[in-house]
């Protein structure tokens, strides 16, 4: 009996900070933690060398599991990583630090492409992006898009946007696209691919899942 009630007040609790969450109000799923921890779903950050994690929440276990294509590169240069586009900035270079992400010169789906984990499943209701013009260089960035979802490993993947990116080169303060979703059914891992290019390359400054 008190193990029931125990686990009833945590599970209350949870539930509580779930509801105070924000834009993520009422979509965290299988939440972990003790209590006082906040089980928010907040993503993990984006795959270049592998899965980052931010806060263990909403069990985003990513330890001991062999993710196979998701821990490849996404750029040969280090500097361009995809976990770059966590942030919605301008884009910025000084040397080999850069805020965006590029894939490899001249290069479409399969290879252009990165994953995102959301860190815990929830609804999508639509995708952030912003385009890269490659900072002070100009010369590049995405055209066309697609956007795949699953839930889990084993799940086939589901196209979900397929659209165009504007051609953002010699813009300096480049817009924020926002691309709706119409499914409702829950998500945790994202594939952003490139299928063609402005210039000499795709890349991204800002992609979020929301």
């Known amino acids: 009996m008190k193990r029931y009630v125990a686990t009833l007040v945590l599970s209350l609790i949870v ?17 972990t933690g003790k209590i006082g921890q906040t089980a928010v779903c907040q993503p993990l950050k984006i795959v270049g060398i592998g899965y980052w994690k931010v ?4 069990d985003p276990v990513v330890s001991g599991l062999n993710w196979g294509e998701f821990n490849k590169f996404s750029s040969d240069d ?3 990583q ?7 900035q301008n884009d910025s270079r000084t040397g080999t630090v850069a805020n965006y992400w590029l894939a490899n010169d001249d290069t479409i789906a399969p ?5 995102y984990d959301i860190g815990c499943s929830k609804i999508i209701h639509k995708f952030v992006i912003k385009n890269t013009h490659n900072a002070y260089y ?14 889990a490993q084993t799940e086939q993947w589901k196209n979900v946007v397929n659209n165009t990116l504007q051609d ?9 696209e926002v691309f709706p979703v119409r499914f409702r059914f829950p998500v945790r891992f994202v594939r952003f691919m490139i299928e063609s290019f402005y210039g000499t390359g795709g890349g991204l400054q800002f992609f979020a899942p929301i």
């Open 15 to 31: 539930l509580g900070v779930c509801e105070k969450g924000g834009k993520n109000k009422g979509e965290c799923r299988n939440p």
């Open 55 to 58: 806060v263990p929440e909403c």
């Open 78 to 80: 280090i500097t361009f």
């Open 82 to 88: 995809a976990f770059n586009v966590v942030k919605d």
């Open 111 to 115: 290879v252009g492409r990165f994953f």
């Open 138 to 151: 100009n010369d590049r960035g995405t055209a066309k898009f697609s956007i795949s979802v699953r839930n």
């Open 168 to 176: 953002v080169r010699h813009n300096p303060n480049p817009p924020l």
